[in-house]
């Protein structure tokens, strides 16, 4: 059976993560909720770091630990105070942002419930 990142690889590429994340983070930055969270309003790090996170994840490409090492999600989310508000609207926008992007109905069947997982796991606040 095909692995979720030979569907990604197929379907979206390097260039659609880049248009995904670049979609999620126009929303990011006027968003009640998650703007203000970013501490340094630095959206072209915050982009690139994600954008190079998803395609090493996906993709293997070797940009992301080459400029910031292992990931580490859960400890670099520690300073943040991610509760289910927080994670739902993460999962929000970029759930927009890969209907804006129209992605295909088999990468999204991947990608969904991976960002849905990754943001459960990334929530260290009860409420
Ligand atoms: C659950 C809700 C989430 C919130 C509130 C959140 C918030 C943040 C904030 C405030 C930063 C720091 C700004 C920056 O370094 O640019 C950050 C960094 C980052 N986030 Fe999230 N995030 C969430 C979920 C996710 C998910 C689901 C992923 C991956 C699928 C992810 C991947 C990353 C990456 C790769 C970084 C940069 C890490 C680094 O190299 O320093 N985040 N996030």
Request: proline share 6%; glycine share 6%; with cysteine.
């Given at each position: 059976?095909?692995?979720?990142?030979?569907?990604?690889?197929?379907?979206?590429?390097?260039?659609?993560?880049?248009?995904?994340?670049?979609?999620?983070?126009?929303?990011?930055?006027?968003?009640?909720?998650?703007?203000?969270?970013?501490?340094?309003?630095?959206?072209?790090?915050?982009e690139?770091?994600?954008?190079?996170?998803?395609?090493?994840?996906?993709?293997?490409?070797?940009?992301y630990?080459?400029?910031?090492?292992?990931?580490?999600?859960?400890?670099?989310?520690?300073?943040?105070?991610?509760?289910?508000?927080?994670?739902?609207r993460?999962?929000?926008?970029?759930?927009?942002?890969?209907d804006?992007?129209?992605?295909?109905?088999?990468?999204?069947?991947?990608?969904s419930?991976?960002?849905?997982?990754?943001?459960?796991?990334?929530?260290?606040?009860?409420?």
């Amino acid at each position: 059976m095909e692995s979720m990142e030979e569907i990604v690889a197929r379907e979206v590429g390097a260039d659609g993560l880049a248009a995904m994340v670049a979609a999620f983070y126009r929303q990011v930055r006027t968003d009640d909720v998650l703007g203000p969270m970013y501490p340094d309003q630095d959206w072209e790090g915050s982009e690139k770091r994600l954008r190079e996170f998803l395609q090493f994840r996906f993709l293997g490409m070797e940009a992301y630990t080459e400029n910031r090492g292992h990931p580490r999600l859960r400890m670099r989310h520690f300073p943040f105070v991610i509760g289910e508000r927080e994670s739902a609207r993460w999962v929000q926008l970029m759930e927009t942002a890969m209907d804006e992007c129209t992605v295909s109905p088999e990468a999204r069947a991947v990608m969904s419930p991976f960002f849905a997982q990754v943001a459960e796991f990334l929530r260290n606040h009860p409420r």
